[in-house]
């Protein structure tokens, strides 16, 4: 995966764009802390360290040495742009060294160049989020998986923006188990969905970027305990870190020189619970205490098209209490939390900046194929970008504008339907959070 120097290269710009796309370097994976959410007694589950050959793809990935061609970096006057910035517009296009500018400032706010190019300070942190992956099933046959069972193909057209980031995040809508497990019973097939997808899912996932997982969601019983403790048993062996089983309520990792806690909520059993409000932020305390950014994920909120407003109350669907999403999402940011990704109805909701945190309420649906309705505002599939500094602060942020057409998978959308959506309903949903959702995607603070 993309790995973005932050060292000062004293080199000519020139020579510098052609040299600054390095393989990026995974930490061994530390110790993952499992917290009991009951009795919040702190334990550590050692991963496996069988995942040389999953470090070593993403180390030597070729795609992570691919060459910036005849991009045209902007020149940036020196009088009016800080030296030590990195020019990103999706992928990363190179450095300016303080040398040949003649500063040594850091610089502390973004910047735009007169072409529009976005400038990130060297200090900054980006991180991805999407909403739900489910790339096929093979339940109930293999029907359900994409031609040839290779759902790499399904992230292709957005495989390069995935790898773009220091940290990229997705929610595993269902669960890793190729014949394993019991399929829950339906009482109503129109409104229930079971998912299983084959344990060779996990590597396409891996491959197209992603770097940490949430399992806590309504899929993950889909196929009893048998069906969650193998995918649990996938992820562990493959240096994953993932986390919203109550075995495995979160974790913390390493990604250049930057250590991240990331932990996982729903309403649905087996997972760490969304509405044991003081409990998640706890869990979330005690990550803040270790780890440089934390990151939050969780899974809440009715369903549907009829559902894409939020209304900070608890929120009932099909009968079942799915929680409060604003006051899980507040409750973690008062706790330490620096990201939060939300996940759930199916539908992209809105954004809040709440303490100098975002604050992302449904992600949506991000790959996901052939058993999901993806039509009207079902089928947005918004990547956010999100720039922190090393100590999580928000320093801005980017929608790239995505769409799941037909059976489903990503695809860029021209029409930037999903910035247009995330517009709507920020305005709508947070007035006076303080964000701003540009046109072109780029969010920023008042």
Known sequence: MLKISRGIIPLALALLV????????????????VTDPVQMSLDTVAFSEAQEEWRTRHSSDSRANRSPGSVDIDTIPVEKYPAQVTFADSVFLGLLSPESAGRSDQAETFYFSPTGRLIIPMDTVTIIGTGDIMPGTNYPDNRYLPPGNDCAALFDPVREILQSADVTFGNLEGVLASDVGTAKKCNNPDVCYVFRMPDTTLECI???????L?????????FGYAGRMNTAKLL???????????????????????????AAFSPHSGTLSLK????????????????????????????????????????????YNRGNVCKFAHAVVDAGADVVFGHGPHVIRGMELYNDRLICYSLGNFCTYARFNLSGPNGLAPIVKVFTGTDGS????????????GEGGPVLDPSNMAIRKLQELTRADFPDSGLIIEDNGKISAK
């Open 18 to 33: 052609s040299s600054c796309f390095t393989s990026r370097q995974t930490t061994p994976t530390k110790d993952l802390p």
């Open 206 to 212: 891996l491959d197209a970027g992603y770097d940490v």
């Open 214 to 222: 949430s399992v806590a969601n309504n899929h993950v019983n889909d």
């Open 236 to 262: 562990v062996e493959a240096g994953v870190p993932f986390a919203g089983f109550r075995e495995y309520p979160s974790a913390q990792f390493e990604m250049n020189g930057v250590t991240y806690g990331f």
């Open 276 to 319: 044991d409000y003081d409990g998640a932020a706890e869990i979330v305390r005690q990550l803040d205490a270790e780890c440089d950014i934390v990151i939050v994920s969780f899974h809440g909120g009715a369903e549907g098209r009829d559902h894409q407003h939020v209304p900070c109350t608890d929120e009932e669907y099909l009968g």
């Open 394 to 405: 928000f320093r801005g942020g980017e929608v790239i504008p995505v769409r799941q057409p």
